[in-house]
């Protein structure tokens, strides 16, 4: 021991000399990219702080806006499979919840990097909106990671419901074992996060708005703040943290579908509109390495499970709404999709664009990659319709769902009222796998008055969510905070026929059913991590 430390003595001691040589060589770091001390560089590590996969194909799958269309449909790949099924996941793809799993961990690490670089600089003034932006981000990506990962946030489970680690600083351990936080807990972080940055944000500092779109300016973290308030069953907060993002006139946020349905003759077209960062409403964009694009598309990419002519016809896109019916697919105030060939059965809304990013482009070769809106001004307005009909201010709620479906359903959509509300909720038998209505039971853990205007105008709410998020990944987190129930179907048939043989399995996703929360990817369960119960 004692040979080893004079060698290394010894060692210290040329080093020593050799260095004084070359002081002013090394005066300068070789990559002063690493240090983050400016407000540049700092704003430049953000960039990494949103997950470059989605979740978007995994909860879209697991939720009810999707059948199985028939064994015709051949491409049914085992991944697809396991979703479809709520069996653990143990194949991958750009779009497993691996990919999911480490994106959203390891753009945390590049929101916690930034977080300790601005407190490195003494947390000064000027990095302010870039620290806002930072604390979001690391709320965001949590959000991600508890409602794929754990069941719902509930006052009654939670406290003892598994969550995920909330990383608030990196790590500098090898090696390092990690404990899940309770579900509860994880929201506590998320909310203190989301607390601290809000007044920070500062849409000033992106000299480019198109830029802004891409980050957390003020109308996605306020309309973010809003969701998590609405999942923590806060509604009161619901309301506040909605009309910060929505402004005194909502109608200035509201999508233009003028323009966008200018590119209707293409459906990829149509979703890059809808995407588009010049579009109001659009508060958040997300680009990923993913199979979205294709998968909500008319194309033969997982054609086997899709949202087929049954879901259209007695649940969503032609079945009657509380805003009134549609009957073709020019009827929507962005056209209704409809694939129903040999190779595809699908029935979509362009809410997904696909985009190809060529590594090689002789060889053609390269990452298929999707464009989705997580977070939009048609959020902000339906969460606060939402919260107001829990807290039985049926007026405003209605007021809200009235500026929605002026704007995103139908032309020419009927003026709802508490009357039209339960005439058309009442209109429908609950629903059934067999005999399908867009009404289903609901079961969640607080507290509502059934059978009345309220769970009337609850279903009327979901509804309106259902559609216009449809392809997206949100209603799966409906599902779940709601306690909707879900029987897997074999439901074929094309979205204009009269006839729909519907097979039932025996496939039920039941009331605070484990397989809620997906299982954690093998490899971090063989880490040591706690697995989900099943």
Known sequence: MKKR?????????????????CKKYLDELPDNRAELNTIDKIGK?????????????????????????GPVYLNYSRFIEQIYKWDDITETTNDGIDRVWSACYSAIASANAALQAIDEQGNPASLSA?????????????????????????KKYSATDLGVPYMTKGETTLNPKYERNTVQEVYGFIKKDIEEGLPLINDASYANSSV??????RAAAYTFASRVALFMEDWAKVVEYSTEALG???????????????????????????????????????TAYSAMGTTFRGSSTNNRVNHGGTIAKFETTFAKQVFGTAVSSTDYRVRVFGYVSTTA????????AYMFEYTDQVAGIGFTRGVFTPITSEEALLNRAEANIHLKNYSAAIADMQIHINNNT?????????????????????????????????????????????????HALLSLKRLQFLHTGSRWFDVKRYGIE?????????FNANNFPITVTDNTLKVRDNRRAIQLPQDVINAGLTPNPR
């Open 486 to 494: 879900i029987t897997r179907r074999t439901a074929p048939g094309v």
């Open 248 to 286: 005194n006139n909502p109608a200035t946020t509201l999508r233009d579908y003028a323009t966008i349905a200018s590119f209707s003759a293409s459906y990829d077209n149509t979703t890059r509109a809808y995407n588009a960062s010049s579009l109001k409403a659009n508060f958040l964009i997300a």
């Open 212 to 217: 802004a779109k891409y980050h957390f300016n």
């Open 345 to 352: 059965n699908k029935v979509l809304f362009p809410h997904n």
């Open 45 to 69: 590590m953000l960039v990494g702080a949103y997950p470059e996969n989605a979740y978007v194909v995994v909860s879209e799958l697991s939720s009810d806006n999707v059948d199985d269309v």
């Open 5 to 21: 430390l004079s060698y290394i003595l010894i060692a210290a001691g040329i080093i020593a000399t050799s260095l004084s040589s």
């Open 130 to 154: 870039q620290r806002g932006e930072a604390l979001l981000a690391r709320a965001y990506n949590h959000w991600i990671l508890v409602n794929m990962f754990a069941q719902n946030y509930s």
């Open 410 to 458: 139908i032309n020419n959509p009927a003026t709802i009222s508490e009357t039209s509300i339960n005439s058309w909720a009442n209109s429908f038998a609950y629903f059934t796998p067999s005999v399908p209505t867009p009404k289903k039971e609901l079961h969640p853990d607080f507290e509502f008055e059934k059978g009345g205007t309220q769970e009337n105008m609850i």
